[in-house]
């Protein structure tokens, strides 16, 4: 059988080391792998969009001609075609990068592949947006939009696999290592999983149930990435037929991560929890990818980063082989910050960063900040802001906004209580002269003596209804019988005539409050008996007032308006 010479060195964003036979490599005439797209390269796109991926410019050596095309589309693994062509959608934000490689009709794979990058805007963060918790009808809110991009970064994919290649032999019991020096220049230790990277293998067997493949670090503390199972589920694109004399297949990268894309290799097989697998020449293998270790990779927690690293694949059945391309590892894995700078800007202008829905005013002058006049019930708000890109990203909020009760209170000197009537079941706080009144939250209220009473209505959603009263006769009473007072003319510019009937004894004060229980002008008449007659001169505000007339055991209130 006639075997890839050049073979496939790269399905992750690094080159392989492949051993191959001399004269296999003079069989081959490597195929050059080409691709684009018409949003270019990187493509800078939307969630959800599409990017066809175009390799017509792809190349076979004279004299052949390509007959696959094979994409590898990272965490989503291998796709094969027989079309220089293949649509891919984003669904997510992020950083992607795509490698092409291709095969020709004589079965000569690319050496290199093509590599291209797709910058995805993600959604922004929306955590700083203000708006009221709380809101009632009749009133006016600010809404204030505000939207973090996320930066253009990525977790580093794997690492570069030294030219290290070693058969895995079919020998039951045999253990193959392959060995990595590390020099650091320190004695760093891996204190934590944030000081270790990816753990990868370029590898292609025929039958992963074989294997146990484990690492060792240099003080012997080890961690087992793959223990058997998953029968005859290729490893790469496996030579299934090379017998006894080992003649490497396509090796493909899996790399083992404390961040994973995928569950363990035996999870993701054909049989498996989480399928993740692709069809090679062969047979059916896992998609190249990164994978969750059988054990965890806290179990190098400890190890010194300097010294020789080792990776073992035992095997355990008889019948397949493989080979061991190359494998890596990673120190301190940190971000991938190359696309830091292109990543999408957020708009700040009035037609890029905005409110709507019902009731909503938008400030020109304030880019992303809104007025909101709301009706009773539920509305819908969306905040939405466009970015660089062209992309629309929106934060939607269903608000209830509630009705403000209104309280009216009334005496009932029967029983000596001031009470109040209101629809619903809302909080009630009564207070006197301005001040609340401690475990006064019944319907009704006793005040402790002759002033101004109000009373608070709040209904769950935090809406409350407020009403005064200015006068009352409970609390006080009246030596002198027959009592009353009148006022003209109303309404009035704030000059009045105060007319009484009966005795006033001693003397009396004269106030007039506003409607929030504040003395705005303040005297005192003397004593007199018969119908009294006093002219009243105050600077008022237009507006509802009470005059009130205050003696010894008697209180007499009238509501007058200053227009």
């Not at 074989?210 to 290729?234: A, E, I, K, R, Y």
């Not at 020789?308 to 890596?328: H, I, R, V």
């Not at 003397?507 to 006093?534: P, W």
Request: proline fraction near 7%; glycine fraction near 12%; include cysteine.
């Amino acid at each position: 059988m006639r075997t890839n010479s050049t073979l496939l060195p790269l399905l992750r964003a690094f080159t392989l080391g492949i051993l191959t036979t001399s004269d296999a490599i003079a069989q081959c005439d490597a195929p050059t792998p080409s691709m684009t797209t018409v949003h270019g390269d990187p493509a800078m796109i939307c969630q959800g969009a599409s990017v066809v991926l175009n390799g017509t410019a792809s190349m076979a050596a004279p004299g052949h001609s390509l007959v696959q095309w094979i994409w590898d589309l990272g965490a989503d693994g291998l796709r094969y075609t027989t079309v220089p062509t293949t649509t891919v959608t984003f669904n997510n934000g992020g950083v992607y990068t795509i490698l092409l490689n291709v095969r020709d009709e004589a079965g000569c794979y690319s050496e290199v592949p093509d590599t291209l990058h797709v910058l995805v805007s993600a959604t922004p963060d929306f955590s700083g947006i203000q708006m009221p918790s709380a809101m009632c009808e009749g009133e006016s809110f600010l809404l204030v939009g505000s939207a973090v991009g996320s930066p253009m970064i990525s977790n580093p994919s794997g690492c570069t696999a030294a030219d290290n290649g070693t058969p895995l032999v079919d020998d039951i019991g045999v253990t193959t290592t392959s060995l990595i020096q590390v020099n650091s220049g320190d004695n760093a230790v891996i204190e934590t999983l944030a000081d270790l990277g990816d753990i990868c293998m370029d590898i292609e067997h025929s039958f992963m149930g074989d294997l146990v493949l484990s690492v060792t670090c240099p003080n012997g503390q080890s961690v087992v990435l793959h223990q058997q199972g998953g029968g005859g589920t290729f490893l790469g694109d496996a030579n299934d037929s090379d017998g006894s004399t080992i003649i490497p297949g396509t090796c493909f990268q899996y790399c083992f991560s404390a961040d994973p894309d995928h569950g363990t290799l035996v999870e993701s097989g054909p049989g498996g929890s989480s399928p993740n697998v692709v069809a090679t020449s062969e047979g059916t293998a896992i998609a190249p990818g990164r994978y969750t270790p059988v054990q965890p990779l806290s179990q190098l927690v400890g190890c010194p980063v300097n010294g020789t690293w080792t990776f073992s694949a035992q095997d355990l059945w008889a019948a397949d082989n493989g080979y061991l391309c190359g494998w890596c590892i990673t120190f301190n894995g940190g971000v991938d910050s190359t696309f830091y700078d292109q990543g999408p800007i957020l708009g700040t202008s009035a037609d890029s960063s905005f409110w709507t829905g019902p009731g909503v005013l938008n400030d020109p002058d304030e880019p992303g900040t809104a007025s909101f006049v709301p009706m009773a019930g539920f509305a819908d708000l969306t905040y939405t802001v466009l970015d660089s890109y062209g992309c629309s990203h929106q934060a939607a909020y269903t608000v209830g906004v509630g009705i403000p009760p209104n309280p009216m209170i009334y005496e009932n000197t029967d029983l000596g209580l001031i009470c109040v009537q209101v629809d619903g079941d809302p909080d009630i706080q009564w207070s006197y002269n301005s001040n609340p009144v401690s475990g006064a939250v019944g319907t009704c209220f006793t005040p402790p003596g002759n002033g101004v009473v109000s009373v608070t209505a709040t209904t769950p959603e935090g809406c409350s209804g407020t009403d005064i009263f200015l006068g009352t006769a409970i609390g006080g009473d009246d030596p002198t019988g027959y009592f009353d007072l009148h006022v003209y003319p109303v309404p009035n510019s704030g000059t009045f005539t105060i007319v009484f009937d009966g005795t006033i004894p001693g003397t009396m004060d004269l106030r007039i409050l506003d409607m929030t229980g504040r003395a705005v002008h303040q005297q005192q008449l003397s004593s007199s008996s018969g119908e009294g007659l006093f002219e009243v001169q105050a600077e008022l505000a237009k507006g509802a007032y009470s005059v009130e007339l205050n003696g010894e055991g008697i209180r007499r209130t009238q509501r007058i308006v200053v227009h």
